[in-house]
């Protein structure tokens, strides 16, 4: 009896000592959120929890769309990519008949564009050498990854560059927003979209089939792809809009430049908008984007909080890479109405068109980007 309780009491303490440090983390936020409820609204303060959820499960799971993306090409391993085809089909199965039948929730529609074009492969590649997309970027900044946590304000920077620049970008031409809720329904859009995730799939297995042992599931992926399917369907409805990372970006530099008496809003396109320019005017706290985003970070706060975070030291060339890789990201974001979770996530999964353009121009991008990290020295040789 003695003997099991002393091999006990360590694994106890084991376990109770992550619990002790995410406490204060857990404590912050909660009183966070009820700042948010008592001074600013409650909506406001549920979408925080709900970012908070979403960093959560990013960081937990470590679901990483742009690391999913990498072993596949690399690795022959397809379970990041089945784990985001199956956020993709759960979100969508919940979101587009919410669309249907509350014509109050929108869409995240985005014009087929050159702007798209450019901005999707753009992004695809600088996202390998960034090691994160808009999300990533978010999550790997709360777990402490010193090269992310320096990006995420290039990163905003960028974005804000994208909206000074983006009315040029579609002159060049674009045409209409294509939804397929609006166009199909629920039922029809719903199944174009089932389709169009099992040739993604029928890809992804043509190309591991020669790989020896090839495991397609994964409980870490699985659990990531329920756990944000749910919370970005809550954004959703809370919000009325899909789940969005870029705009709260480039809102937070437009801030920025604004205060520093740097810019103009009234002379740019973009801003000048009365939705953008109502919202450049009022609290950050009250941006829908902006408040998730918050949550990502506080979410991914608390992970890192209990965890271990590595990471291998970069030299000063792979440093400035690497950041000028995050400037353009966010650029390129912009022009392509999202990352892979405003324009891949969110368009998908609310029936837009250009969604479905974005993957196969951004996964282009990746192939490239993918040769850069390893003529850089990202990757091991």
């Not at 890479?321 to 892979?340: D, V």
Request: positive net charge.
């Amino acid at each position: 009896m003695r003997a099991d309780a002393a091999l006990a009491r360590p694994v106890a303490q084991r376990a109770a000592g992550p619990a002790r440090k995410r406490l204060p983390i857990a404590l912050l936020a909660a009183a966070f959120a009820a700042y948010l409820a008592w001074s600013v609204s409650v909506r406001q303060a549920a979408l925080f929890v709900v970012g908070a959820g979403l960093g959560v499960a990013l960081a937990g799971a470590r679901f990483g769309f742009t690391t999913g993306w990498r072993t596949l090409v690399v690795a022959r391993d397809p379970r990041g990519v089945v784990g985001q085809v199956v956020l993709l089909a759960l979100a969508s199965a919940a979101s587009m008949p919410l669309l249907a039948h509350f014509p109050e929730l929108a869409a995240a529609l985005g014009p087929p564009s050159v702007s798209l074009v450019v901005g999707a492969f753009v992004f695809g590649l600088t996202m390998q050498i960034a090691d994160g997309c808009g999300s990533g970027t978010l999550y790997k900044a709360g777990l402490g990854v010193p090269l992310n946590a320096a990006i995420l304000p290039l990163f905003a920077l960028g974005s804000f560059a994208g909206t000074l620049h983006l009315d040029r970008w579609l002159a060049l031409g674009a045409l209409e927003p294509v939804g397929l809720v609006d166009r199909f329904g629920a039922g029809g859009a719903l199944a174009v979209t089932f389709a169009g995730l099992a040739l993604a799939l029928a890809a992804a297995w043509a190309w591991t089939r020669r790989a020896p042992r090839v495991a397609w599931l994964d409980r870490r992926w699985m659990a990531g792809a329920v756990a944000l399917a749910v919370f970005a369907t809550l954004n959703l409805v809370i919000a009325g809009q899909p789940w969005g990372v870029v705009y709260g970006f480039g809102l937070w530099g437009a801030k920025v430049a604004t205060a520093a008496g740097a810019f103009d809003p009234a002379a740019s396109w973009f801003w000048s908008q009365p939705g953008n320019a109502a919202i450049l005017q009022q609290s950050v706290l009250l941006d829908v984007t902006s408040i998730t985003n918050v949550g990502i970070l506080a979410g991914a706060l608390w992970i890192a909080a209990g965890s271990a975070t590595s990471g291998r030291g970069l030299t000063g060339a792979q440093w400035a890479i690497g950041l000028a890789a995050g400037f353009l990201m966010g650029y390129s974001s912009r022009l392509a109405f999202g990352c892979n979770v405003g324009a891949m996530v969110s368009g998908i999964t609310t029936g837009s068109l250009h969604g479905w353009l974005w993957v196969p121009l951004a996964f282009a991008g990746t192939v490239v980007g993918l040769r850069v990290r390893r003529r850089f020295g990202f990757d091991p040789r």
